[in-house]
């Protein structure tokens, strides 16, 4: 298998992942009625998000067909590769709402976050809760978490987290500030497609 070949793998077994991700997680909301609120985009906020670069190859992928990846080079580079994630688009009127400009191709954390869990100590899996979720609707998630104890299925983080490494354990294992694994996950395409 050549290496422009191996990446197409992976971006294909990522995409399967993702779709299962999405589907216990849609399983999950259906049972527990638990939702983020209309428009919320306050995890996006947040300017420590990591995430594998190998997470941001289906990404990559998509924004170098449509001849838009030194655009979001340069737009990562103008933040020095810290901060908000470069494809968050905040609302201009509702504080803390917003959207994601590429949410087909979002790695792992940004589908997980809210609804997957954690294992304790003791192996038992827990709602790692968002905040606002907890302070918007407190009795849905102490629910949610009460049925967790009783059996009920979610993602769990480390397990995506074991699948996506198994993958290519050089890109799949290390976490990077968002925009910094964007640029790491494009420069290995971008290079590799230009000399395949
Ligand atoms: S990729 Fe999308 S969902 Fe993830 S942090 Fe960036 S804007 Fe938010």
């Known amino acids: 298998m050549d290496i422009l070949n191996g990446f197409e793998s992976s971006i294909e077994q990522l995409m399967g992942i993702y779709a299962e991700i999405d589907a216990q997680i849609s399983t999950f909301q259906a049972a527990t009625g638990l939702q983020c609120p209309s428009g919320c985009g306050k995890c996006c906020t947040n300017p420590e ?14 924004l170098l ?17 810290q901060g ?8 201009r009127i509702v504080p803390e709402n917003g959207r994601c400009s590429v949410y087909t191709w979002r790695p792992a954390l940004c589908r997980l976050f809210g609804f ?3 294992r304790t100590k ?6 790692a809760a968002c905040v606002r979720h907890k302070e918007i ?12 104890e ?38 290995k395409l971008g290079l590799f497609r230009q000399f395949s």
């Open 116 to 118: 997957a869990a954690v």
């Open 84 to 91: 908000v994630c470069v494809f968050y688009q905040p609302d």
């Open 65 to 81: 067909e449509r001849g838009e990846a030194n655009l979001w080079l340069d737009r990562t580079a103008e933040k020095n590769e």
């Open 49 to 62: 998000v990591e995430t594998t670069p190998l997470e941001m190859l289906p990404l990559a992928w998509e």
């Open 122 to 127: 003791q192996g038992k899996p827990e709602l």
């Open 150 to 187: 009783q059996g009920l299925a979610l993602p769990i983080f480390a397990d995506f987290a074991q699948q996506i490494a198994n993958i290519d354990p050089e890109l799949g294992r290390s976490r990077l500030p968002i925009n910094q694994a964007l640029r790491v996950a494009i420069e």
């Open 137 to 148: 609707f407190p009795e849905i998630v102490e629910t949610a978490q009460t049925s967790i």
